[in-house]
């Protein structure tokens, strides 16, 4: 991947610092100080931030990381070592950025609540908001060199969920179901991020923990699998079944389809995005299923499996070209089984791109 | 594993509490709400707060995951949909347990920025602490199926180091060694947390990201492998050579085993943590390495890989029975190399029990 272009990277920051207001953006070693500086330091209980001023910047940084991040960056360093702790080198930070009289502070709402408040207490003046308010708004598009990589990853989780279908077979645990998938994703150099596995009424917890369940004949199985690759994501739903499905799973799997399908023909820029819940919910709703339709119809994808847009009907986003999401119902039986359709697209003028090849049918194992 | 002693562990949490005049403790999902709770939901953007007061305990729980964390817990859940957001049900809940009016709120200092906010802005009143300051207290001493849970996960990472011994040979890359570990941590149903391996002047980071470079005869490297098996971690780093390793090696090498060996002389109940550092501190300095020693001597390890007791000069811990740590050592030579050796200990009346069975001479292959 080549490097991202930090300088425009933290103009655009800048930019949209200035048309909220913000001060100071101050971030943790993870997605969002990766998409502004290109890399981030070994995240663990030391304070470490990216601090962004409308006019200068440099990181807050353990003083163990000093030398392998110089190699990734030419911002400057405030460093400290685990004698002193990061008290002294964050004043010093604050004073040379000249950060200590800001009102408002933007903080990475995904990194710890100590790097958080280390800072807002150092700051008793100021307010504060979320990065999501500021740079939240600049990651939500994907350009270019950012689709390619999310169109190679899901072609990568295509085949593996083509590895789990070819493997399954009764008597197998979720957790080895799991693993040929990790299989394949470690294979391509692609680091599993979670492989839900929720066989007959386990499919019915939406974030089943995959475990030591026995498959059986006659199960219908949730299989979400995800691997992150270079910096970015990957996310899929399907179902499977071995042998032939309950009477009435037919039905809802065409309840299910249809859902994404209203949504897919709502998809295209200038729609909220709450609109695309609403349409799959109402066909939902419609076939008497709705309570059973627990969550929100999608999420973002990019440097984090999940990160905004929200596809949901409190969300106040209005869709746009780059902006790439998943588009997920799913109708969940309590104690008999769950089923969840899940596309990743990108948004283009013209409409969704759908980034997996597979069909959403029912994969049927013989047994 | 047997589920941990909620009833007991939640009394413990409210003398902490009562001691430190803390009216709220809350804790997202992850290792502190694991030790209270015995379990955590799935974690992601969603706030979910383990809420703990003088007197009463509950969730704010996303809608979707309280089905599945309904069959662990009888606690209350006061639940919200993506469609609601977690605002009314916050509020809810603090009304519930009689919160809305605490003084003092300690946050998990490992959760999500925007969790902790969340609950504080709904709190103005409130000045906050950290779960360190109440919870921490408790974790910092492990009980006895705790420290089986630990020797256990520490001979599968003496397994994993002898593997990669077994393994290296010039040719390889670094990424081909860690693969090596993270095999055998698999293969024993562990999650590999870190493999950091650094060859030659790589080794003199200490937190090296493990990558393509490709060992050579007469390179010293790094070995610093962990995994995660049940709830609880493991971590050990060793060295090794691909032949002779560079003439000076041996003697830094004698430094750092004289480090390890001061630290362990001196480990024993009732002295500061700080003491520790210094002994080892005070031995490499001697040997005029001071300067590259460039962390603290050690962690503890439990539930995290790293956690309290701190191991370091600035630590106010006073050593107890049943605390669970690292000495680790490191002189880090820019350009050339870097040298580290961790145990990890079980302090005990009588003094420290080292869970490596593995000894800490250079391993030197031959070439």
Chains 1, 2 share one sequence.
């Not at 979670?194 to 939406?206: D, E, K, L, M, R």
């Not at 780059?322 to 799913?330: A, D, H, K, L, Q």
């Not at 109708?331 to 899940?342: K, N, S, V």
């Amino acid at each position: 991947m080549p490097a991202p272009p930090i300088a425009d990277r933290l103009s655009r920051l800048r930019a949209a610092m200035a048309a909220q207001g913000t001060d100071l953006v101050a971030l943790g070693p993870g997605p969002n100080m990766h998409w502004v500086a290109g890399f981030h330091p070994h995240a663990d209980e030391r304070p470490c931030l990216l601090l962004v001023t409308r006019d200068k910047a440099g990181f807050l940084m353990p003083a163990l990381n000093a030398a392998g991040s110089r190699e990734q960056t030419d911002l400057p360093f405030w460093t400290w070592t685990d004698a002193e702790g990061p008290d002294a080198a964050l004043q010093q930070a604050l004073a040379d950025l000249g950060a200590t009289t800001a009102r408002r502070v933007d903080v990475d709402e995904a990194m710890r609540s100590d790097f958080a408040l280390l800072l807002l207490d150092a700051l008793p003046q100021a307010g504060h908001g979320f990065a999501r308010d500021t740079l939240g708004e600049l990651r939500l598009c994907k350009d270019a060199a950012e689709q390619d990589e999310l169109r190679r990853n899901a072609a990568i989780s295509d085949e593996a969920m083509s590895a789990i279908f070819a493997a399954l077979r009764p008597g197998m645990t979720e957790e080895e179901v799991a693993t040929v998938a990790r299989d394949v994703f470690r294979n391509h150099g692609a680091e599993p991020l979670f492989t839900i596995v929720g066989a007959a009424a386990n499919g019915a917890f939406p974030h089943h923990h995959t475990g030591d369940t026995v498959l059986r004949t006659g199960d219908v199985i949730v299989l979400d699998i995800g691997a992150r690759k270079g910096a970015f994501s990957s996310d899929i739903t399907r179902m499977a079944c071995l042998g032939e499905p309950p009477p009435d799973y037919g039905r809802v799997h065409a309840v299910v389809e249809a859902a994404v399908e209203a949504a897919l023909a709502a998809c295209r820029p200038g729609v909220p995005a709450s609109t695309l819940d609403r349409a799959a919910r109402r066909v939902i709703e419609d076939a008497g299923f709705g309570p059973q339709f627990v969550h929100r119809l999608g999420h973002g994808m990019g440097l984090e499996g999940h990160e905004p847009p929200w596809i949901s009907e409190a969300s106040g986003t209005i869709l746009r070209p780059g902006m790439v999401f998943s588009i997920e119902p799913g109708i969940y039986i309590e104690g008999r089984f769950g089923l969840r359709l899940e596309e990743i697209v990108i948004l283009h003028e013209e409409g969704p791109e759908i980034l997996s090849r597979l069909p959403r049918d029912l994969h049927v194992v013989p047994v």
